[in-house]
Nanobody
Framework: QVRPVESGGGLVQAGSSLRVSCAAS????????VAWFRQAPGKEREFIAA????????HYADSAKDRSWIFREHSNDTVYLQINTLKPEDTAMYYC???????????????????WGKGTLVTVSP
């Protein structure tokens, strides 16, 4: 069973960029669709971006596509999410999730992911 582990969160200033990472504990992320979500205080969890197992297919939420970049490095079995021009409203817990199912399968079903990390907190100061 894959256990995603997020890292890279912290306190950053508005306007800066941040890259959060998702690695795996247990089984490898290889062969899995990986997606990033976030949940701000008092709000529902929202999808940010997803990447196919081979890295060739990506999908972004409309709200994220102009400032976000998801990519994976197979050499170190890690998936990254970079967010540019951070805003205070980006403050949230950021979660990584994985699924062994096909990209089209999860993408057309609203990303029902199988394995979830515990999250990394990103706080953006004005």
């Amino acid at each position: 069973q894959v256990r995603p582990v997020e890292s890279g969160g912290g306190l950053v200033q508005a306007g800066s960029s941040l890259r959060v990472s998702c690695a795996a504990s247990g089984r490898t992320l290889s062969g899995h669709v990986v997606a990033w979500f976030r949940q701000a205080p008092g709000k529902e969890r929202e999808f940010i971006a997803a990447i196919s197992w081979d890295g060739d297919t990506v999908h972004y939420a409309d709200s994220a596509k102009d400032r976000s970049w998801i990519f994976r490095e197979h050499s170190n079995d890690t998936v990254y999410l970079q967010i540019n021009t951070l805003k205070p409203e980006d403050t949230a817990m950021y979660y990584c999730a994985a699924s062994p199912k096909g990209f089209q399968f999860v993408a057309t079903r609203g990303y029902p992911m199988d394995y979830w990390g515990k999250g990394t907190l990103v706080t953006v100061s004005p």
